[in-house]
């Protein structure tokens, strides 16, 4: 099956500086890439995806970017604020009901 | 209605209970699944219903057994579970195949 690395497992920002998150898959078929937000507590939700016919995506400060070639992609939240802190989630999955998780990444905003 | 509904939100029960995790939604979502996060871990799919019928069942024990009534509704009937089946389960929909989930809020299982 699809197996999903995700790096780093922790990140430590000051607020106002970016984050990058990144995540490598295995399956060269896997064709749709959400990332997920968990706050403490609280439920996952969708931040963002990207679908396989596509280089880049932007939502405010939020872009992922994606590299076919390489199997890679990857989370860039730019002027990071306290609310962002959470466990960020990327995923992948092809053409199926299935989604492929990451391990996960802890995010932690310094004010 | 953008949400899913989960109920219980929290549930403690004996290995030798019998009880139902209710999950639903209106968006007119095509897909439901049923996840077991545990803690500081990405959530674990158990079983899909795509269209109202079972598509996928990950090899989850029998003491869990699934149910869609409707295409609004997923069930999840609990029975002699184990202690290591305690964490938070996830109910969430989708439009169809590779779109993005609208999860639940939840039901934190307790098994003592």
């Known amino acids: 099956g699809e197996n999903v690395e995700q790096h780093p497992s922790t990140l430590s920002v000051q607020e106002g500086d970016s984050a990058v998150i990144k995540c490598t898959y295995s399956?060269?078929?896997?064709?749709?890439f959400p990332w997920y937000k968990q706050e403490l507590g609280k439920r996952p939700q969708l931040i963002i995806d990207?679908?396989?016919?596509?280089g880049e995506k932007k939502d405010q400060r939020i872009a992922v970017t994606l590299n076919k070639t390489a199997k890679h992609f990857s989370l860039h939240i730019t002027e990071t604020q306290p609310e962002d802190s959470a466990v960020y989630f990327c995923?992948?999955?092809?053409?199926?009901?299935?989604?492929?998780f990451g391990a996960g990444t802890t995010v932690t905003v310094r004010a | 209605d953008t949400e899913v509904t989960q109920t219980p939100k929290h549930l403690v029960m004996g290995m030798t209970n019998k009880k139902s995790l209710k999950c639903e939604q209106h968006?007119?979502?095509?897909?439901m699944y049923w996840y077991k996060q545990k803690a500081k871990k990405p959530p674990e799919l158990m079983f899909v219903?795509?269209?109202?019928?079972?598509?996928i069942n990950e090899s989850v024990p029998s003491r869990f057994s699934p149910e869609c009534p409707n295409s609004s509704l997923l069930n999840l009937h609990l029975h002699a579970l184990q202690p290591e089946d305690s964490a938070l389960y996830l109910c969430?929909?989708?439009?169809?195949?590779?779109?993005?989930?609208?999860f639940g809020s939840g039901t934190r299982l307790t098994v003592v």
């Open positions: 990207i679908r396989s016919n596509v």
């Open positions: 219903y795509s269209y109202e019928k079972l598509s």
């Open positions: 968006m007119g979502h095509r897909a």
């Open positions: 399956d060269s078929a896997s064709n749709y």
């Open positions: 995923a992948a999955s092809k053409n199926d009901y299935k989604l492929s």
């Open positions: 969430a929909s989708s439009q169809d195949r590779d779109y993005g989930y609208t």
